[in-house]
């Protein structure tokens, strides 16, 4: 399969734990995304990865949160001492930017954190 | 701010009927809309996209329509099935930088037997 993965696909933790989640994006694409979607709402942007760059980070994304991708491929989004706020489903999407491509993005499945 | 703005929030309509959704956008600067298609607990996957210098895109059973003097675009879904109940995001691109991806808040569509 030649799509973007994410794992784990669900993670339920405790306040104050620390969570982190991994996203494998398809092999050629050259940028990645990091997205917040909470219930009945549409995915918000929190970062964005151009190879392994971190290039823009949305006012969303505390202090509490990171977001690495080495080698610019697989990317992880660790959040420290999590809050029952952060409990959403967070979304990655990869694409490929060059001549005579859209761009457009591609998602995987989510991982979906409940933090009691 | 919202710089998309998604109507309805929700739609019902009967097999065979012709939803109908609908999006406005601010920005000028926005170069690509995207639809996308989320069940539920899965990640939105693209459906149909568009560029502002056209009218109309069709591809299969969905069809944007594209008004750009209006700052508007649609999404028609033809013969609709019960498998196209889902929610629907519209979504507008900015054309500069990393290409920021704006969402809509959501149309949740049931299409009834």
């Known amino acids: 399969d030649t799509g973007v993965s994410q794992n784990p696909r669900h993670k339920i933790t405790k306040r104050g734990q620390n969570v982190t989640f991994r996203c494998d994006p398809i092999s050629e694409h050259n940028r990645l995304y990091w997205y917040r979607q909470t219930l009945g709402q549409g995915p918000e942007f929190l970062t964005y990865?151009?190879?392994?760059?971190?290039?823009?980070k949305s006012r969303l994304l505390s202090d509490r949160f990171s977001a690495e991708r080495p080698k610019g491929s697989f990317s992880t989004l660790e959040i420290q001492r999590t809050e029952q706020g952060d409990s959403a489903m967070y979304l990655c999407a990869s694409s490929l930017m060059a001549l005579r491509t859209t761009g457009t993005q591609y998602f995987g499945p989510g991982t979906r954190l409940l933090v009691l | 701010q919202q710089q998309v703005k998604q109507s309805p929030q929700s739609l019902i309509v009967q097999k065979g009927g012709i939803p109908i959704i609908n999006c406005a956008y601010e920005n000028t600067a926005f170069d690509y809309f995207p639809w996308y298609q989320q069940f539920p607990g899965k990640g939105p996957a693209l459906l149909i996209a568009i560029r502002p210098d056209v009218s109309e895109k069709k591809e299969g059973r969905f069809t944007i329509s594209f008004n750009k003097s209006a700052k508007q675009f649609s999404l028609h879904i033809m013969d609709s099935q019960p498998g196209d109940s889902a929610t629907y995001f519209c979504a507008a691109r900015n054309s500069g930088g990393y290409q920021k991806v704006t969402f809509g808040t959501g149309t949740k569509l049931q299409v009834i037997p």
């Open positions: 990865f151009q190879n392994e760059a971190q290039l823009e």
